[in-house]
């Protein structure tokens, strides 16, 4: 990513650019030196020119005007497995997960910390698109009195080890509510008292982060995803 600002530059260096971008339409990548000469300045004005608009330099930029290049640099660790699981991404759960939403009268979503953050906007874009009845509850004891045999718990949880679930999971079936636990992570310990059982990636986050201080990213590509799926399925498209 480059981040031209063009405003910051004064008519002298507003020159030198579109001096620059003007001839190379016609003509090969001049020499910094013939840089300077064609826009009647110094070498260096024009280095100065180029860097103050956001360029690394006089290389940078030439790639920029004939190659359309923006220059490959390391791109950060989280990036790179963001984009393995878009690349891994598996529609079909997706499509399970959506019917399964379709088929309840009431939807609970439940997790701790970020989660619960990740759970609450899930809640507002599901209840954009259905008409059973959606809730984040704040704590267990809410989430136990809300469950009945109409209800399909969906719990949200990166690891799985900040808290175990499987007091709330054991409850809920004897309310005969359907569970869902989705995980970033897998995590054999989430199946216990548990049938559904979704893990979104096979790429974890650093073991340098305590389970709060990972991204959502996923839970939210994913769960977008799903609510695609249920709109369209309302519009029988």
């Known amino acids: 990513m480059i ?12 020159k030198v650019l579109k001096t620059l ?28 020119s180029i860097k103050k608009a956001g360029f690394d330099g006089y290389k940078q930029y030439m790639r920029y005007l004939y190659y359309d ?17 878009v690349e891994e991404f598996d529609v079909s759960l997706a499509d399970e997960l959506a019917k399964l939403i379709i088929s309840h009268k ?18 507002y874009k599901l209840r954009l698109c ?10 267990e004891q809410s989430l136990l009195n809300m469950l009945d045999e109409d209800s399909l718990l969906i719990i949200l949880s990166t690891t799985g080890r900040y808290r175990s679930f499987n007091e709330i999971t054991a409850k809920s079936n004897g309310r005969g509510a359907d569970v ?6 897998f995590n054999p310990n989430l199946m216990e008292n548990n049938s559904r059982y979704i893990f979104l990636s096979r790429h974890n986050q650093s073991n ?18 799903v609510i695609k799926r249920i709109i369209l399925n309302k519009k029988n498209i």
């Open 3 to 14: 981040n031209i600002d063009e405003t910051k530059l004064n008519n002298l260096e507003l």
């Open 69 to 85: 290049d923006n220059p490959q640099k390391e791109i950060p660790e989280e990036l790179v497995r963001i984009r393995q699981f």
């Open 106 to 123: 009431k939807i609970i979503l439940f997790g701790f910390g970020p989660s619960f953050i990740c759970a609450q906007y899930i809640e």
């Open 180 to 185: 869902v636990i989705i995980s970033e992570e």
């Open 208 to 225: 340098l982060l305590e389970p709060h201080e990972k991204t959502r990213t996923t839970f939210f590509i994913f769960f977008e995803e």
């Open 21 to 48: 971008s003007k001839y190379s339409k016609d003509n090969q990548a001049p020499k910094i030196t013939e840089a300077a000469a064609l826009c009647a300045c110094s070498v260096s004005q024009v280095s100065k």
């Open 130 to 139: 259905i008409n059973s009845f959606v809730d984040v509850p704040p704590d």
